[in-house]
């Protein structure tokens, strides 16, 4: 187990899959809509409201409260990252990620260009949004929110955020794979 | 309904959206423990340990299990009432659960995706009526996640396909779902009726407790059958490689035209987040 601050640096294209990692540090969450608005941002040569270099990037839409002037996090899994596939081969570069995390994996293309740039991609257990809320320190901001909120783009302080499981590492490892080809031993059928 | 007023109505829904967003029935819990014990899978074992302090988190801090609070189903089984608006009354709460951060704002328009904030607008939330069953009324709320909701999957079978076409389908749609619908998933598959029949039959199936097998014989060995060749397949928790693929496999049906075989596979999530009341003479049973 390894408990990782955040931005990460070439250590990401260390982990293998089946190692099992706890991050602190800064998060920034997105899913479809925020997505395609990166995308637009970029193609028109603007800036995007928050640099993700050795970042995070989080797949989900969190469930949220105001709370006075500020938000807490109430509920805060992965989402689905294959939506968002398509789009991930020319975002990722551009942002510079070092990590992405979310569930269900990534297709191959996007597992290239992960490996070229020293990218992993760390599965949070599916539904378990309360435990990820619990990790969350504080949201240091939100943009976007006229996407929604669970569309919005929020950048969220944690610690011990995990279990989090390299399920694609840079060297081609995939956990989702394996899945795939294994039958349970011993197995009939 | 002689008792039971609107007001109770509306606030039976909003407690019974309370329940379901943050505690997790009591047979699933019991599956998830089972099938943790059975893992030898360090991954797997990793998942459904996450899983269960999840559960455990969510419950003690009243927080929602996860934060896709999905699409409310309301069911309500109840004789008609002209003093009675059930859609109304699930609308309320429904409204309130949001404004409580019981539910994400989820409901969005399907082309403009643009999101009113009140998980309401056209056809929402869903509201279904069953039969009575006695005097009272039962409302039952399911949760009901995007990602096991879009691995749903509906094949017009040849009669002459029969039930390996059937067994085959059931199979190869859990599997191809990977870690898309959270597993450990329940199954619900429905068989006959039409198109949209057999996909009410299958959501209905996943009404069903855990322990409840179909009362027909045939179809209980078929349940059993499903649910071993899936979890032999190996996809496991999150899709990421173990024994528990599926808590358990429920089928409904319905007598079909004799020249179809309409099949429905609906999934629920680990996180199978459903609630019921019954109210009967002034007595509340809550489940």
């Not at chain 2, 419950?59 to 008609?80: N, S």
Request: proline share 7%; aromatic share 4%; charged share 25%.
């Amino acid at each position: 187990m390894r408990r990782l601050s955040l931005p990460l640096g070439k250590e990401a294209g260390m982990l293998r899959a089946g190692d099992l990692v706890f991050l602190t540090g800064e998060v920034v969450t997105a899913r479809d809509r925020a997505h395609l608005r990166m995308l637009e941002l970029l193609s028109r040569g603007e800036e995007l409201p928050v640099d993700l270099r050795g970042g995070v990037l989080y797949h989900c839409g969190p469930l949220v409260r105001r709370e006075g002037k500020g938000w807490r996090v109430l509920s805060a899994g992965p989402t689905t990252t294959l939506r968002m596939d398509p789009l991930l081969p020319s975002l990722l570069p551009r942002l510079g990620v070092r990590a992405v995390v979310g569930k269900g994996g990534v297709g191959e293309k996007t597992k290239g260009v992960m490996r070229r740039m020293g990218c992993v991609y760390l599965a949070f257990p599916g539904g378990c949004g309360a435990l990820a809320a619990k990790a969350v320190e504080e949201v240091r901001g939100v943009h976007w929110l006229d996407l929604g909120p669970p569309e919005a783009m929020w950048v969220l302080g944690v610690r011990g955020f995990g279990p989090l499981l390299v399920a694609v590492d840079s060297r081609g490892g995939d956990l989702y794979e394996r899945a795939r080809r294994g039958r349970v031993e011993g197995a009939r059928g | 309904m002689r008792g039971v007023t609107q007001r109770e109505v509306e606030g039976a829904c909003l407690e019974l959206l309370r329940r379901a967003s943050t505690r997790l029935p009591p047979d699933v819990k019991a599956a998830l423990r089972r099938a943790l014990r059975s893992e030898r899978d360090p991954i797997a074992r990793v998942n459904l340990e996450a899983v269960l302090e999840n559960v455990e988190v969510a419950e003690r801090e009243g927080l929602p299990l996860c934060q896709d609070t999905g699409l409310p189903l309301f069911y309500f089984r109840m004789r008609p009432s002209p003093e009675l608006d059930p859609g109304k009354a699930a609308a309320r709460a429904v409204r309130r659960a949001t404004e409580e951060g019981i539910l994400r704002p989820n409901t969005v328009h399907p082309l403009s995706r643009k999101n009113p904030g009140d998980n309401l607008g056209r056809g929402m939330p869903l509201v279904r009526f069953l039969p009575p069953d006695g005097e009272g009324m039962e409302i039952t709320v399911m949760l009901k996640g995007a990602g096991a909701e879009n691995v749903s999957r509906t094949a017009m079978l040849t009669p002459e396909e029969g039930v390996e076409g059937l067994r085959e389908f059931a199979v190869r749609t859990v599997v191809e779902a990977g870690g898309k619908p959270c597993p450990p998933v329940i199954v619900g598959v429905g068989v006959g009726g039409t198109a949209e029949v057999s996909m009410e039959l299958a959501k209905l199936a996943l009404l069903r407790p855990l322990p409840r097998r179909h009362p027909e014989a045939p179809l209980r060995r078929l349940e059993g059958e499903l649910e071993r060749e899936i979890n032999r397949r190996g996809s496991g928790p999150m899709g990421l490689g173990g024994r528990t693929t599926c808590l358990g496999v429920k089928v409904e049906y319905a007598h079909t035209h004799t020249a179809s075989l309409p099949v429905s596979v609906n999934l629920q999530c680990w996180a199978a987040r459903r609630a019921s009341v019954r109210m009967e003479g002034g007595e509340w049973e809550w489940r």
